[in-house]
């Protein structure tokens, strides 16, 4: 049996894949939360200040990507739920199945997703010169 492009095997793969990743980023999320509420805050000069906020700072930008990484699985389970899993949105054609078994999450081919930086970039610009 197939579904879409992908076999039964290679989509239950898939799937199991992102499941485990899901749990992964809670996990890492969870353990994140509590390392930032219990992080001892001791400022006795400007450097441990400084550094302070180096470590705050970094925890931030790993907590944003954990979220943003995990908002990326979530859409891609509900695409295995509704049959568009595996095809590229800026290409409307199959993501190639290597690039899903590297990045399940993933909703672009390689081509899609230069496509869609490039596209970025030029509206970057165009915010950036208005």
Known sequence: ????????????ELKSQLFEIKQTLLDQSMALKWEIKNHDRLHSDEFDLSHEQ?????????????RSTLFEVELALERMANGSYGICEELGEPIQIERLKLIPYTR??????E???????????RSNSA
Not at 54 to 66: A, G, H, P, S, V
């Open 1 to 12: 049996m197939t579904i879409g492009f992908l076999n039964t095997n290679l989509f239950n």
């Open 108 to 113: 672009f081919s390689i081509e899609g997703a």
């Open 54 to 66: 180096t470590l705050e700072n970094q925890m931030f930008i790993d907590q944003q990507r954990i």
């Open 115 to 125: 496509l869609k930086e490039i596209e970025n970039k030029h509206m970057h610009r």
